[in-house]
């Protein structure tokens, strides 16, 4: 903390301004929910704006965001003109006159061709770029370049780009309502409330609805592992504003539905951290995922985790040291059937994870990241030093570790 308040002194009072697209769901909005207040507690006045748009919109940018995590898209005439036109329109409400401005993810990206250029502008980009679609990226680059520094969640999404390019791991805010302590009587009532069974183990997953999470493939875990082992799937979800598939992915659920198979869509903190405390396993079986929050989040709660070996997971879990990385369907059931015939084994893995997030991904050093970030840009909105060794800054020794742990 120290540390962190003295990186901070030289940056007093400077403006600086966070531009999403949604205020509520997905891993965006709860980072910046904890980091916008921390950073002004710092004394850095820090604002956040949303951009606001029609369904068509969102619709749009949600193909951008897929076909960056590389699926197919149709790029059309009419899509281009549909994001380009309501960002415009988004840039003609809001008149910037900050220090440095952070715009996450490709929805608001072009924003930056319509100001003149004041300050450092930084694209703080969350998704698994692992394999971006060549057509959506090639798009998307010349606005990307026009920034002055990248963002990306893990070294492996690092582009061919004019730009700088940095690396941040995110990280969880342990007081969040997600994360806070919870005693076993307000855990109870929570699972209460939803009716959720406890007489069996829980097997939870906690996500959006959006196919990248792989709610068919976590069904299909269940279904297998059950048959050697009794316990209740508890899928729960939200729904981002920014995010128009989700509907359809929840209602392309509900058939599954039934005694052992619980199914929730709910915006609902305290009932995220209530079944991470409480869940046997908890599942985040994503094939693509540019960070997870969750998974951080349960371990943090000493929860059992498996995850999809992709991406951002691979940062976090530790193949069977602080959980277990899968890559199939047969693999994860064969996972949770030994953790539910070994409750020891799910304790220790879950007392290596909590270690592992105290250690690494707590949102101090998010926070620390940015502080670097700001105070590293110099006249002309260059960056001073090369981008590693800005990473490397003046982390504690494991941190730097982590950042350079090659994924399994
Ligand atoms: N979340 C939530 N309720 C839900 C599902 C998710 O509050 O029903 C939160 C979750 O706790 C996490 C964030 O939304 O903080 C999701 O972030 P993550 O990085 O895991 O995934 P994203 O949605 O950004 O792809």
């Known amino acids: 903390m120290r540390r962190i308040e003295a990186k901070a002194r030289p940056l007093q009072d400077m403006h600086i301004l966070h531009v999403n697209?949604?205020?509520?769901?997905?891993?965006?909005?709860?980072?910046?929910a904890s980091m916008t207040l921390l950073m002004n507690n710092?004394?850095?006045?820090?604002?956040?704006?949303?951009?606001?748009?029609?369904?068509?919109?969102?619709?749009?940018?949600?193909?951008?965001?897929?076909?960056l995590q590389g699926a197919e898209i149709n790029l059309t005439r009419r899509k281009k003109v549909i994001y380009e036109r309501v960002v415009h329109e988004n840039a003609i409400r809001n008149h910037l006159d900050h220090d440095v401005i952070f715009v996450h993810d490709p929805q608001p990206l072009p924003l930056i061709t319509h100001y003149r250029k004041k300050c450092p502008w930084v694209w703080r980009c969350h998704i698994d770029l692992s394999t971006p679609n060549a057509e959506a990226w090639n798009y998307l680059a010349p606005f990307i370049e026009q920034y002055d520094a990248v963002i990306l969640s893990c070294k492996e999404y690092r582009q061919d780009l004019a730009t700088p390019q940095v690396i941040f791991l995110p990280a969880i805010d342990p007081f969040s309502i997600v994360n806070q302590e919870l005693s076993e009587s307000a855990v109870d009532e929570r699972l209460a409330h939803y009716d959720i069974p406890t007489d069996l183990p829980l097997i939870v997953q906690i996500s959006r609805f959006d196919r990248w999470k792989d709610p068919e493939g976590v069904l299909r875990a269940f279904e297998l592992a059950r048959k050697k082992e009794e316990c209740t799937l508890v899928l729960v979800g939200n729904v981002a504003t920014d995010d128009p598939e989700g509907?359809?992915?929840?209602?392309?659920?509900?058939?599954?539905?039934?005694?052992r198979v619980i199914i929730l869509s709910v915006q609902d903190g305290a009932l995220v951290n209530a079944l991470q405390r409480r869940a046997a396993v908890v599942l985040q079986k994503s094939i693509r995922e540019g960070f997870g929050l969750t998974v951080s989040e349960a371990m943090w709660k000493g929860a059992a985790v498996i995850g999809g070996n992709v991406g951002g997971i691979r940062y976090q879990i530790q193949d069977g040291v602080n959980g277990f990385l899968v890559s199939s369907v047969d693999e994860a059931a064969e996972r949770i059937v030994q953790i539910l015939r070994d409750p020891d084994l799910g304790q220790r893995l879950g007392r290596a994870a909590h270690e592992t997030v105290r250690e690494h991904f707590l949102i101090t050093r998010t926070i620390e990241h940015y502080l670097d970030l700001i105070g590293s840009f110099e006249p002309e909105f260059r960056l001073s030093g090369e981008p590693r060794d800005l990473m490397a800054g003046d982390l504690p020794e494991e941190q730097n570790q982590v950042a350079a742990m090659p994924p399994q």
């Open 42 to 67: 710092l004394g850095i006045q820090t604002g956040w704006r949303v951009v606001h748009g029609p369904p068509d919109f969102f619709s749009v940018t949600k193909k951008f965001h897929n076909a």
């Open 247 to 259: 509907a359809e992915v929840y209602r392309s659920l509900l058939s599954h539905r039934g005694e």
């Open 21 to 32: 697209s949604t205020y509520y769901g997905g891993g965006v909005s709860q980072i910046l």
